[in-house]
Nanobody, 125 residues
Framework: QVQLVESGGGLVQAGGSLRLSCAASGRTFGSTAMGWFRQAPGKEREIVAAINWSGADTYYPNSVKGRFTISRDNRKNTVYLQMNSLKPEDTAVYYC??????????????????WGQGTLVTVSS
């Protein structure tokens, strides 16, 4: 069993930055691919970043590439999402997810078997 707890969301002006954290319980974190997703009102959930077990490989969709950075600290069982140059369209609930059983990153939400409760990010114009 893995539990994920996100933190760091909030209200920020356009152009600002936020850093989300996701603390994970369980012994498998260090060998598990992780991802960050978001869901805006009325829209489907979408991936914004993914990272492999070691942190060496990452993925970003074009919508956030160059602005968002995913990283992890396996000693602290924590994955981070640094978000810079935020835009109003980044407003969403952000979810941390774990793909237990996978070491390489994946972009498919169906591959993630544990999810956090979500943290709201609001970007004002």
């Amino acid at each position: 069993q893995v539990q994920l707890v996100e933190s760091g969301g909030g209200l920020v002006q356009a152009g600002g930055s936020l850093r989300l954290s996701c603390a994970a319980s369980g012994r498998t974190f260090g060998s598990t691919a992780m991802g960050w997703f978001r869901q805006a009102p009325g829209k489907e959930r979408e991936i914004v970043a993914a990272i492999n077990w070691s942190g060496a490989d990452t993925y970003y969709p074009n919508s956030v590439k160059g602005r968002f950075t995913i990283s992890r600290d396996n000693r602290k069982n924590t994955v981070y999402l640094q978000m810079n140059s935020l835009k109003p369209e980044d407003t969403a609930v952000y979810y941390c997810a774990a793909a237990v059983g996978r070491t390489g990153y994946t972009t498919r939400s169906a591959d993630y078997n544990y999810w956090g409760q979500g943290t709201l990010v609001t970007v004002s114009s």
